[in-house]
């Protein structure tokens, strides 16, 4: 069981930047590809990055490609979501997951449903 908590959310203007934390407990991070995802109020969760298990593919929402990027650590247990140029749009609440497939392609990773583990969310609010 891999248990996430996401961090470092907040209320920023719009054109700021913030970075999201998301720390997974226990010794198989590493085993795990990761995704963030987001649901804004009304709307449905949806698809904003995902990495796979040694970082070596990335994949990202058009709505957020060149302005956000996902990165992890394994040594550290933490998967990053750097979120720059920020406009009101973007807030929702974000959630990280995790997902024991390692497979190649933005496919793969884009649906909630193919995800086993989830965070709590934390909010992003941006002001314009």
């Known amino acids: 069981q891999v248990q996430l908590v996401e961090s470092g959310g907040g209320l920023v203007q719009a054109g700021d930047s913030l970075r999201l934390s998301c720390v997974a407990s226990?010794?198989?991070?590493?085993?795990?590809?990761m995704g963030w995802f987001r649901q804004a109020p009304g709307k449905e969760r949806e698809f904003v990055a995902a990495?796979?298990?040694?970082?070596?593919?990335?994949y990202y929402a058009d709505s957020v490609k060149g302005r956000f990027t996902i990165s992890r650590d394994n040594a550290k247990n933490t998967v990053y979501l750097q979120m720059n140029s920020l406009n009101s749009e973007d807030t929702a609440v974000y959630y990280c997951?995790?997902?024991?497939?390692?497979?190649?392609?933005?496919?793969?990773?884009?649906?909630?449903?193919?995800?086993?583990?989830w965070g709590q969310g934390t909010q992003v609010i941006v002001s314009s």
């Open positions: 997951a995790a997902d024991r497939e390692n497979c190649i392609g933005y496919g793969c990773y884009v649906h909630a449903n193919g995800y086993d583990h």
């Open positions: 990495i796979r298990r040694n970082s070596d593919r990335t």
């Open positions: 226990g010794r198989t991070f590493s085993s795990y590809a």
